[in-house]
């Protein structure tokens, strides 16, 4: 079968659109629980069509053109279309698998929504900035024009352990993003993830500079047949009293 149709949706019920703050203008988190405290939250919602051919299928290269359309529901004329292709070379347990996409979109859109980080974005957006504004707010603020760029992956798989480097570049120092993961297997049906992400830097020379723009996180999935359940790392949430972010 050569032709994959698909339907994604995806939501969260209490997003944070607007931060509670003390009378010193600093962000207040919620007693007993170390979140940001909110004033206000909404439902996001995000569905994506996604249609791919797959153009070779050989034993050691397989090739598949793809075209994504995604919108943020909750968002007025919030769109995004990425078109690209994936190749594999090697074997099904050695090989090397190369993503080039490209994207366009949107000001107010951003692609990946909900990701590993989704639990810090949704409280505060990066870039860092004061005010810290959640994800949501970020985008609802964001002018109504066209956004052009790309975001290249290379993973490469040995024997069930993989590992993932991907760039993403929109124009300028604001809009660059860079991507590393490693997949472990533990057992049969345990698996350990680590994850690293940088936004905003400039120069591939800084991309992992640690600073408050870096992000890590660590995840621990259980298959179940079918179902895959997900364990993230506890998150706690520290105020920069000086700079009024987390």
Same mark, same amino acid.
């Given at each position: %079968?050569?032709?994959? *149709?698909?339907? !994604?949706?995806?939501? $969260?019920?209490?997003?944070?659109? &607007? /931060?509670?703050?003390? @009378?010193?203008?600093?962000?207040?988190?919620?007693?007993?629980?170390?979140?940001?405290?909110?004033?206000?939250?909404?439902?996001?919602?995000?569905?994506?069509?996604?249609?791919?051919?797959?153009?070779? %299928?050989?034993?050691? *290269?397989?090739? !598949?053109?793809?075209? $994504?359309?995604?919108?943020?529901? &909750? /968002?007025?004329?919030? @769109?995004?279309?990425?078109?690209?292709?994936?190749?594999?070379?090697?074997?099904?347990?050695?090989?090397?698998?190369?993503?080039?996409?490209?994207?366009?979109?949107?000001?107010?859109?951003?692609?990946?929504?909900?990701?590993?980080?989704?639990?810090?974005?949704?409280?505060?957006?990066?870039?860092?900035?004061?005010?810290?504004?959640?994800?949501?707010?970020?985008?609802?603020?964001?002018?109504?024009?066209?956004?052009?760029?790309?975001?290249?992956?290379?993973?490469?798989?040995?024997?069930?352990?993989?590992?993932?480097?991907?760039?993403?570049?929109?124009?300028?120092?604001?809009?660059?993003?860079?991507?590393?993961?490693?997949?472990?297997?533990?057992?049969?049906?345990?698996?350990?993830?680590?994850?690293?992400?940088?936004?905003?830097?400039?120069?591939?020379?800084?991309?992992?500079?640690?600073?408050?723009?870096?992000?890590?996180?660590?995840?621990?999935?259980?298959?179940?047949?079918?179902?895959?359940?997900?364990?993230?790392?506890?998150?706690?949430?520290?105020?920069?009293?000086?700079?009024?972010?987390?």
């Amino acid at each position: %079968n050569r032709l994959t *149709l698909g339907y !994604t949706n995806a939501w $969260d019920k209490a997003a944070p659109v &607007t /931060l509670s703050y003390n @009378t010193n203008g600093s962000p207040v988190t919620q007693t007993n629980l170390d979140n940001p405290k909110t004033t206000e939250v909404t439902r996001v919602s995000i569905e994506g069509f996604d249609l791919e051919y797959r153009l070779l %299928n050989l034993p050691f *290269l397989e090739f !598949t053109p793809y075209l $994504d359309y995604n919108r943020i529901k &909750t /968002l007025d004329n919030s @769109t995004g279309t990425h078109y690209g292709s994936m190749m594999r070379l090697g074997t099904k347990d050695l090989n090397i698998i190369f993503k080039p996409e490209f994207r366009q979109m949107t000001g107010n859109y951003t692609p990946m929504y909900f990701d590993s980080f989704y639990e810090i974005e949704r409280f505060q957006s990066f870039p860092t900035g004061a005010p810290m504004r959640p994800k949501y707010e970020q985008l609802q603020n964001q002018p109504n024009t066209t956004v052009r760029g790309y975001y290249h992956t290379l993973y490469i798989n040995f024997f069930h352990l993989g590992f993932e480097f991907a760039v993403e570049d929109y124009g300028g120092k604001d809009k660059k993003r860079v991507f590393a993961a490693a997949y472990i297997p533990l057992g049969s049906s345990f698996q350990l993830s680590f994850f690293y992400s940088r936004k905003g830097y400039d120069g591939q020379g800084k991309a992992f500079e640690i600073d408050e723009n870096a992000q890590g996180a660590a995840e621990l999935s259980k298959s179940f047949g079918p179902l895959m359940l997900r364990v993230q790392n506890y998150r706690k949430y520290y105020l920069d009293s000086s700079e009024k972010t987390f």
